[in-house]
């Protein structure tokens, strides 16, 4: 068997990439004669030099029957120029002058209060892993996961785990900027989509971005990493999974049998055959038990092993 024993540490950091701000205050017919039009809402794309952000538009939101205007920016882009350069929060903060001399480049939105006073509705935490030529192999590995009732979406070179609040994404971030230094970055993002989610997390009923930490940002990528089988275990074959489970338990035949069984299971069978086979407690059991002895759900198919992958080491405040 291949063994692989590192994982070059380009950017494990977690960071920063979108984030989204609220503001309340209202536009014209006139301000808005440029923008698409689908029902009552509005968006449009600004451009200035080689830096964009976009904006949404409603003129009576339906909670509160108050203007709402939103508008995201990718802060790395518009640093940086593309988003394989991740920034981290602190880089965040500084930046802000930067994004506020932006926005009031464009005359109808000269009025706008501070982002640093707008409300935080959305942010993408993310995370870069340098894996050279094993990243093919870690991307067949995660597309066989499942993400507690998340949608699972499969692409070419990305999977995606979907709820209405929340968004986790793999992918193979060369072929997505196509920037010969993102070449080998197996890219791992966490959307929170919602102002309520966002609230939850960050405590705060009105958050800012202030409120956001490398704390924050470091939990959720690692509370993805874990529920994923991709941290704290190393990734192997069928052949060595069991071989390793015979070891851990040779006093109880019919658990080694039902966890040879279910790894099995998790190689071929679909994530909703695997919740009505497999009852909540017993799903937990067994990957606890996997955790325990060093081996993920999730295997390979070739004789080779995937180091687990691991962010730089800073508190886990969803645990």
């Known amino acids: 068997m291949e063994h ?15 984030i989204g701000l ?3 205050d209202e536009l014209s017919e006139d301000d808005l004669y440029d923008w698409d039009k689908k029902g009552t809402r509005y968006s449009r794309k600004f451009n200035y030099e080689n830096k964009s952000f976009f904006a949404t538009y409603c003129s009576r939101n339906y909670k ?5 205007l939103r508008i995201y920016f990718s802060v790395p882009s518009i640093l940086h120029g593309c988003n ?3 920034v981290n929060i602190s880089e965040l903060i500084n930046a802000i002058p930067i994004l506020d001399e932006l926005i009031h480049k464009f005359p109808i939105l000269s009025n706008l209060e501070r982002l640093s006073s ?16 094993l990243l093919p192999e870690y991307l067949a590995v995660i597309k066989k996961a499942k993400y507690g009732k998340k949608e699972r979406k499969i692409y070419d070179s990305t999977i995606q785990f979907t709820s209405r609040e929340e968004t986790i994404s793999i992918y193979d971030k060369y072929k997505r900027c196509r920037h010969p230094e993102a070449y080998g970055l197996l890219r791992l993002e966490v959307q929170i989509k919602t102002a309520n989610l966002v ?15 490398d704390e924050v940002l470091n939990g959720l990528l690692q509370k993805a990493l874990d529920i994923l089988g991709l941290s704290g275990v190393n990734i192997c074959c069928m052949t060595e999974a069991e071989e390793t489970i015979h070891k851990a338990f040779p006093e109880s035949k019919a658990l080694r049998r039902n966890m040879i069984g279910y790894l099995r299971d998790t190689q071929v069978r679909t994530p909703e055959y695997i919740r009505d086979a497999y009852s909540p407690p017993t799903l937990r059991k067994y990957n606890k038990l996997l955790r325990d002895i060093g081996v993920s759900p999730y295997l390979v198919d070739k004789q080779i092993e995937l180091p687990p992958l691991c962010l730089q080491q800073k508190e886990n405040i969803f645990h």
């Open 4 to 18: 692989w024993h590192w994982i070059n540490s380009h950017n494990r950091d977690a960071m920063i990439d979108t």
């Open 22 to 24: 609220q503001f309340r």
């Open 64 to 68: 509160d029957l108050k203007p709402m």
């Open 84 to 86: 394989h350069q991740t």
């Open 118 to 133: 707008a409300q935080l509705i959305r942010f993408d935490a993310c995370a870069n892993f340098q894996v050279g030529k």
């Open 199 to 213: 609230q939850e997390i960050l405590g705060k009923k009105f958050p800012t971005v202030f409120d956001l930490s």
